[in-house]
Each structure stands twice: as C-alpha cells, then as structure tokens.
Nanobody, 125 residues
Framework: QVQLVESGGGLVQAGDSLRLSCAASGGTFSNYRMGWFRQAPGKEREFVATINRSGGNTVYSDSVKGRFTISRDKAKNTVVLQMNSLKPEDTAVYYC??????????????????WGQGTQVTVSS
C-alpha cells in the first residue's frame, strides 16, 4: 500500500509563490506516474500536472502552464509542485496522486490508484 503525504500549502497573496511537496512511502516510487490535482469549493477535482516515471516528461493543464512546475526526486521519493505567479483562481485543495497502471489517460482521476489527503492553497487578491 502506497501512502502519499502532501505539505506546503498555505495562504498567500496574488503573485506570490508556493512549493508543494508530496512524500511517498510503502511502494516503489519509480514505478508510478505522479500527478497533482486540485479541487475548489463546489467544483470537481481537476488535473493540474503530471510527471512520468523517469521524470523526463511533464504535462500541465492550460490554466497552470508556464506558472507551475512539477518535478520528482527519486532519492527522496518526493514529487514537488512549484507554483509561481499565483492567482485567486488557483485557490483549492491540492492532491498528490500515484498512477500504477500504464493504461488510461494521465489527466483522468479515475486512472490514479493512490491519493494523498490534500493540502489547502488559498490565494488572496
């Protein structure tokens, strides 16, 4: 069983930066594609970014492209989401997820097997 624990959320002002971390344990980190998703109040959970097993390929949603960067540290079993130029519309609970299966679309929440508990990010205007 894989455990994922997010950290780094908080309250910031528009234009500020935050760095979210997700620590993985209980499995073989290099076997998983990792992703970040977010859920704002009253909205469905949505895809933010993903990184493949080797760390050589990343994909972002259009809403964060150019502002957010996903990376993974194999030695520390950690995936990081660096968020710059934050906007009020980035306010949400951010979730880290691990995808075991190679099949399924990387942005589809249904294809991810393990989830963290989430960390709140609030951006004030």
């Amino acid at each position: 069983q894989v455990q994922l624990v997010e950290s780094g959320g908080g309250l910031v002002q528009a234009g500020d930066s935050l760095r979210l971390s997700c620590a993985a344990s209980g499995g073989t980190f290099s076997n998983y594609r990792m992703g970040w998703f977010r859920q704002a109040p009253g909205k469905e959970r949505e895809f933010v970014a993903t990184i493949n097993r080797s760390g050589g390929n990343t994909v972002y949603s259009d809403s964060v492209k150019g502002r957010f960067t996903i990376s993974r540290d194999k030695a520390k079993n950690t995936v990081v989401l660096q968020m710059n130029s934050l906007k009020p519309e980035d306010t949400a609970v951010y979730y880290c997820a691990a995808k075991v299966r190679s099949s399924g679309w990387y942005s589809d929440i249904r294809t991810y097997d393990y989830w963290g508990q989430g960390t709140q990010v609030t951006v004030s205007s």
